[in-house]
């Protein structure tokens, strides 16, 4: 009963920048962790970012430094500013989010359907 939709992919040249957003959507009683992950071509998927829902965070080695993630508890979204990009990052982003749908159920865990972004000349 939760949707996460992501948006703010494409195209950039290497050391750009770019934003990503991810919204949720649905029945949501409350969202707890957020995060992005990434699948490279020919790669396994990886955790890009965390943050809880007091905002504590998270990063993969790689990106620590070049990308922030943040969230806003208020609009249910949460972004991940990516800076001095690579061509390494070049990958598919997908948003996930811990999420209880109700005061009566458990949390469960959703994915987006990502959205590719490519760093190249």
């Known amino acids: 009963q939760v949707q996460l939709v992501e948006s703010g992919g494409g195209l950039v040249q290497p050391g750009g920048s770019l934003r990503l957003s991810c919204a949720a959507s649905?029945?949501?009683?409350?969202?707890?962790?957020m995060g992005w992950y990434r699948q490279a071509p020919g790669k396994s998927r990886e955790l890009v970012a965390r943050t809880t829902r007091g905002g504590n965070t998270n990063y993969a080695d790689s990106v620590k430094g070049r990308f922030t993630i943040s969230r806003d508890n208020a609009k249910n979204t949460v972004d991940l500013q990516m800076n001095s990009l690579k061509p390494e990052d070049t990958a598919v982003y997908y948003c996930?989010?811990?999420?209880?749908?109700?005061?009566?159920?458990?949390?469960?865990?959703?994915w987006g359907k990502g959205t590719l972004v490519t760093v190249s000349a």
């Open positions: 649905g029945s949501i009683f409350r969202l707890y962790a």
């Open positions: 996930n989010a811990d999420a209880s749908v109700d005061a009566k159920q458990g949390i469960m865990n959703y």
